[in-house]
């Protein structure tokens, strides 16, 4: 079945640097724009970074545009945030989230999430 | 930005009830394509989201079908024809029509 399993947060100092990954198995990754979310503690969901399936389109968030970077893997079928100069508001559950090309502008897939924690 | 906002942000219902939330955009969610991407989803204390709802009034494979959704252009409802207690979590309305996508502050369905 499809799984998303996110890895890679933890805690980090403000201005430090972390790479998320996510492994994707269970669905055709080619076929599949790939998405990350965020969700700060007790708060909302907030989209911050897309990919299209081809990775020649992508697409940020204004609160991490210049900061963070997202990529993918097609040989190991993984997705990836390099997150840079990062702040206190960025703390949050950060989701992968997939969609089959069939199903555009929307998330079909999540993950389970991996925690981003900002501090000194 | 698209601004979705959702009403009422809490809403506490009764097993058995009906349970309705709105959710209007700022502009318009239409595309291009002539499709409107209007999502909605459900999350459970301590899980990940679930998407209920695409393109406004599809529900996913899974989905209870006393989960509906409706509307067009700005407004959209999601609605609940008897609430379960599995039914109990935060919805979020989300628009994939306009960058950067966006979603509504979500309601949360409590017992009352």
């Known amino acids: 079945q499809v799984q998303l399993v996110e890895s890679g947060g933890g805690l980090v100092k403000p201005g430090g640097s972390l790479r998320l990954s996510c492994a994707a198995s269970?669905?055709?990754?080619?076929?599949?724009?790939m998405n990350w979310v965020r969700q700060a503690p007790g708060k909302g969901l907030q989209w911050i970074s897309y990919?299209?399936?081809?990775?020649?389109?992508?697409y940020y968030a204004d609160s991490v545009k210049g900061r963070f970077t997202i990529s993918r893997d097609y040989a190991k079928n993984s997705l990836y945030l390099q997150m840079n100069s990062l702040r206190a508001e960025d703390t949050a559950v950060y989701y992968c989230?997939?969609?089959?090309?069939?199903?555009?502008?929307?998330?079909?897939?999540w993950g389970q999430g991996t925690l981003v924690t900002v501090s000194s | 930005d698209v601004v979705m906002t959702q009403s009422p942000l809490s809403l506490p219902v009764t097993l058995g009830q009906p349970a309705s939330i709105s959710c209007r955009s700022s502009?318009?969610?239409?595309?291009?394509?002539?499709?409107?991407?209007l999502n909605w989803f459900q999350q459970r204390p301590g899980q990940s989201p679930r998407r209920l709802i695409y393109?406004?009034?599809n529900r996913d494979s899974g989905v209870p079908d006393r989960f509906s959704g409706s509307g067009s252009g700005t407004e959209f409802t999601l609605k609940i024809s008897r609430v379960e207690a599995e039914d109990f979590g935060v919805y979020y309305c989300?628009?994939?029509?306009?960058?950067?996508?966006?979603f509504g502050q979500g309601t949360k369905v409590e017992i009352k």
């Open positions: 393109k406004v009034s």
């Open positions: 989230a997939s969609s089959p090309i069939s199903s555009p502008g929307s998330f079909v897939y």
């Open positions: 990919i299209s399936s081809s990775g020649t389109s992508i």
């Open positions: 989300m628009q994939g029509t306009h960058w950067p996508w966006t």
């Open positions: 269970g669905f055709t990754f080619s076929d599949s724009y």
């Open positions: 502009q318009s969610l239409v595309y291009s394509d002539g499709n409107t991407y």
